[in-house]
């Protein structure tokens, strides 16, 4: 059973319902009952927009539907929370409900680049902004058991963002967190640099949260404004060009599928107790459907605990328990 957040969505909550009727799993979904059709909805009609403080609101707004949802999962009413709201409340949700692994330092937000050669993960993709040289070492192995579970590839190859490929480029925290990633068992290939990003260099792209979101975010405009480029030159070029285009219609609007951030279900919060998924509020049914999908997938190939036995097998949890931490 996965907790769905119908609020927050830009297609509003009977659009996230469709998403859950399309994608075929069991679904609870938490939001305005006048507007939702399902098997399972709790009315849940206040939701927290991304403009408050998080942490603040979801502790002072214990009925908002991403807390009544993040509460459904740690009490084990469902296994996994999908949300199209804004990132922050849902990450205060998630890591003040469900609550971190033991001997996490920090959750990270990890994305799914579609790209041509397969997809590559990044993270953080914005949940910790300042991190030190021990969160990105359990970034990495966080990282690596996840597309190792999920996503089936065997040994990913991890990558950390830098500067330049030379094993002293960087800060100082990245320079202590590849030396200490060259000495673990995770198949550490060393520095990548900005423009390794979409020629899948690395199955796994470590860095922080600031330089991961703006990152992800120039890859996401780029891909959009070369796409739009591509089909006004198409339009505008006169007859010769239109019909190049109409030869090569079919294998651009497959190239667009597998490009389409739809199609990767959103990011997934790692270091958690339970699959936590951030969909993008402008997903459509389709995107919500794949959200789904993802957190399902999570589920059934034990993410969490394979990703806590990678953890530990690494040596790369810490000693003291792990409580709650604020969520930028």
């Known amino acids: 059973m ?24 069991s679904v609870i979904l938490f939001g ?15 939701r927290i927009s991304g403009e408050e403080e998080p942490v603040r609101a979801v502790r002072s707004r214990p009925e908002a ?12 009413r469902a296994d996994a929370l999908v949300s199209a709201g804004s990132t922050g409340p849902t990450l205060a949700a998630a890591t003040l409900n469900v609550k971190r692994i033991r001997g996490v330092h920090r959750p990270a937000l990890a994305a799914l680049l579609p790209l041509p050669s397969g997809p590559a993960l990044l ?3 914005g ?58 068992g995770l198949n550490f290939t060393g520095n990548v640099e900005g423009f390794d990003l979409p020629a899948g260099a690395a199955d796994v792209v ?21 796409r739009e480029a591509i089909r006004d030159a198409v339009r505008t070029g006169g007859p010769l060009s239109m019909a190049g285009g109409l030869l090569i219609r079919g294998a651009v609007g497959r190239l667009r599928q597998q490009l389409d951030p739809e199609a990767a279900g959103g990011a997934i919060l790692l270091g958690l107790r339970k699959p936590v998924i951030v969909a993008h509020g402008s997903f459509g049914p389709n995107g919500i459907a794949n ?7 999570a589920v059934d190939e034990r993410m969490v605990e394979r990703t806590h036995a990678a953890l530990e097998a690494g040596g790369a949890l810490r000693s003291a328990p792990a409580g709650s931490v604020a969520v930028r």
């Open 123 to 125: 993270l953080d993709a």
């Open 127 to 184: 949940a910790n902004v300042e991190v030190r040289p021990e969160h990105l070492v359990q970034f990495a192995y966080m990282g690596s058991a996840f597309m190792e579970s999920v996503h089936g590839i065997a040994r990913p190859r991890v990558g950390l963002l830098s500067v330049g490929v030379e094993s002293g480029k960087g800060t100082p925290d990245v320079v202590a967190a590849r030396e200490r990633l060259s000495q673990s």
């Open 32 to 46: 305005p009952a006048a507007q939702l059709s399902g098997e399972h909805v709790v009315d849940a009609p206040l």
């Open 65 to 76: 539907s991403i807390v009544q949802a993040a509460r459904a999962v740690a009490e084990g």
């Open 291 to 297: 959200a789904v999908a993802l957190a399902s997938r």
């Open 206 to 226: 470590v860095t922080d949260g600031f330089t991961g979101n703006v990152a992800l975010k120039v890859m996401e405009g780029t891909s959009r404004t070369v």
């Open 2 to 25: 996965i907790a769905l957040d119908a609020n927050g969505a830009d297609g509003g909550p009977a659009m996230v319902a469709e998403g859950a009727r399309l994608s075929g799993h």
